[in-house]
């Protein structure tokens, strides 16, 4: 089982920028990559972010294409979600999830979840 624990949502003003964090505990070596996700009210869960712990292979999901940034620290076993440009419709809440095997883009290849951090952005 891997922990997650995120950081660093909060309140901004559209065109402003926030970084998350997420630090990784437990059994990080059996889990091979590590995504975002974000949950609005009364809408599914969307993928936003992946990367790979080996290597370092990124993926976006299209709506944050070119204004966020994945990236890693493996020796502090934490990813960060950078996030520039922000607009009011990405206000939610954002997850770290554990990816074990599948495609990046959906829910279900993930095994372990963060409890999540609120993100809003007014306009």
């Known amino acids: 089982q891997v922990r997650l624990v995120e950081s660093g949502g909060g309140l901004v003003q559209a065109g402003g920028s926030l970084r998350l964090s997420c630090v990784a505990s437990?059994?990080?070596?059996?889990?091979?990559?590590m995504g975002w996700f974000r949950q609005a009210p009364g809408k599914e869960r969307e993928f936003v972010a992946s990367?790979?712990?080996?290597?370092?292979?990124?993926y976006y999901g299209d709506l944050v294409k070119g204004r966020f940034t994945i990236s890693r620290d493996n020796a502090k076993n934490t990813v960060y979600l950078q996030m520039n440009s922000l607009k009011p419709e990405d206000t939610a809440i954002y997850y770290c999830?554990?990816?074990?095997?599948?495609?990046?883009?959906?829910?279900?290849?993930?095994?372990?979840w963060g409890q999540g951090t609120q993100v809003t952005v007014s306009s």
């Open positions: 999830a554990a990816h074990i095997r599948g495609d990046h883009y959906y829910a279900s290849s993930y095994t372990d």
């Open positions: 437990g059994r990080t070596f059996s889990r091979n990559a």
């Open positions: 990367i790979m712990w080996s290597g370092g292979m990124t």
